[in-house]
C-alpha cells in the first residue's frame, strides 16, 4: 500500500516503529519513537489541509490534536469520521477542536501537553504561536510559499498547446490560487511554433471553459475590488505598450490572463489572476527569481526530461522543493519533501544501543 511504501521510503524498514532493529550500516541497533501528542494548528486557505498530518501521525504511532481554522472547520473532522467508521480505536487517537487564534490560556496548556507542534499560517501566525511553543517542545512550521510554472518551447507546439494550456489552467483554477502550491506567473519559452504572447490566448480560452465547469468561490469586495484595479492599471498600460495584452472574464472578475513582456516575477492578487511572461530560455528563469528564494515552493514544468533535470538542479540551489508536471501543481503526493523536509521523520525521535 502507499502507506507502507512511505514508511519504507523514509524509514527503510517500518519495524523500527515497534522494535530495537540492526542498523543497516553503522553497527549496534535503533528504534524509532513517535511523539506522545502532536497538535497540529491548520490554516483554512485550503480544503484538505489535515489529511496529511493525521495520517503522518497514525504512522508515528502518535494521537493528534487538530485545531481547525474559522475558515475551513469541517474537512478534517469528516476525515477523522470516516476513519471511525472503518476503525474506530484508531479514531480515538485522532481530535479536532476549534479554539480563538491567540487564547494564551488554551495555548497555554495545550501546547505545554504535547510533544510536536505543527503550524501552518502565514509568517505572522507562525510567529504569534512560536511565543507559546515551549522550548522543549518539538516545533514543525509552514510558513507563506510561493510558486509558479515554465513552459518549455517543445510544449507550445501546434499540436500540444491545447493540452498545455488546459494544465495550466487547472493549475491556476484549483483552490483560486489560495495554496502555496498554485502558481502566480508562467514563463513561457520563445522559439516554438506558438508564441508565448498566443499562448496567453490560449490560456485564457482554458480559463474561461474551465469556469464554466469549475467557476470560483465567492471573493469579498476587497479582493474583487483588487482585481479590478489591477486590471484597470494594465488596460491602461495595453493601451500605450504593445507589450502587454490583458484578458478578462466577461462578466465579473472570474478570471483574469494578463500577457506582459517585463519578465519580473510579480506575485498575484489570487482568485485566479495570471501572469505569462516570455523568456528566450529556461535557463533564464533562476536569476529572475533568485529574491524570493526564501519562499519558493513549487515549480510546475512543461519541459522534456533531457532539459528538465537541469533545470530543477537550478531550482533546488534556489530552495524549490517541488518540481511538478504541469496540471499536477496543486495536488502533491503522499511522499513528497513538504517544504524539503520529512514528513515521518521529523516528527520522529531514536533511542540507539551501541555495541
Known amino acids: 500500500t502507499k502507506l507502507i511504501k512511505l514508511l519504507r521510503e523514509e524509514l527503510t524498514d517500518p519495524l523500527f516503529l515497534d522494535e530495537f532493529r540492526s542498523r543497516f550500516a553503522a553497527p549496534g541497533m535503533s528504534r524509532a519513537y513517535g511523539p506522545g501528542l502532536i497538535t497540529a494548528v491548520f490554516a ?26 474559522s475558515a475551513e472547520p469541517l474537512f478534517g473532522s469528516l476525515f477523522a469520521r470516516s476513519i471511525e467508521e472503518v476503525n474506530p480505536q484508531l479514531a480515538q487517537c485522532i481530535a479536532m477542536v476549534s479554539w480563538k487564534g491567540g487564547d494564551e490560556e488554551i495555548e497555554k496548556q495545550v ?32 510558513g507563506h510559499k510561493l510558486s509558479f510554472g515554465v513552459i518549455g518551447r517543445e510544449s507550445l507546439t501546434k499540436k500540444t498547446v491545447k493540452k498545455t494550456a ?13 495554496g502555496c502550491l498554485s502558481p502566480h506567473v508562467f514563463y513561457a519559452e520563445k522559439g516554438g511554433e506558438i508564441s508565448p504572447a498566443e499562448f496567453a490566448r490560449f ?9 464554466k465547469i469549475l467557476p470560483r468561490s465567492k471573493v469579498s469586495i ?6 479590478l484595479q489591477l486590471r484597470g492599471t494594465y488596460e491602461l498600460k ?27 516575477f510579480v506575485p498575484s492578487c489570487l482568485n485566479r489572476v495570471i501572469r505569462v511572461k516570455p523568456v528566450k530560455d529556461v535557463s533564464e528563469v533562476p536569476a529572475l527569481i533568485k529574491h524570493i528564494k526564501g519562499y519558493l515552493q513549487t515549480v510546475g514544468a512543461a519541459l522534456p526530461k533531457n532539459r528538465l533535470l537541469k533545470f530543477a538542479d537550478e531550482m ?16 502533491p503526493p503522499l511522499f513528497w519533501h513538504h517544504d524539503g523536509r520529512h514528513n515521518l521523520l521529523d516528527l520522529i525521535r531514536w533511542t540507539d544501543i551501541e555495541e
Open 111 to 142: 501546547f505545554g501537553a504535547s510533544d510536536a507542534v505543527i503550524v501552518y499560517g502565514s509568517e505572522h501566525s507562525v510567529n504569534e504561536v512560536r511565543k507559546s511553543v515551549p522550548s522543549d517542545v518539538r516545533l514543525i512550521t509552514y
Open 316 to 331: 533546488g540551489k534556489l530552495g524549490a522543493d517541488r518540481i511538478s508536471p504541469l496540471g499536477k501543481m496543486t495536488s
Open 166 to 178: 488546459e494544465k495550466a489552467a487547472r493549475d491556476v483554477s484549483v483552490f483560486d490560487q489560495q
Open 238 to 264: 495595453e493601451a500605450a505598450d504593445d507589450g502587454i495584452t490583458i484578458y478578462a472574464s466577461g462578466e465579473g472578475t472570474d478570471w483574469t490572463v494578463i500577457y506582459e513582456r517585463d519578465p519580473e
Open 203 to 211: 490560456l485564457a480560452d482554458k480559463m474561461d471553459t474551465l469556469n
Open 44 to 69: 483554512g486557505n485550503v480544503p484538505g489541509l489535515p489529511i496529511g498530518n493525521i495520517i503522518y501521525a497514525l504512522l508515528t504511532k502518535s494521537a493528534i490534536l487538530g485545531k481547525s481554522s
Open 222 to 227: 476587497s479582493e474583487s475590488s483588487q482585481i
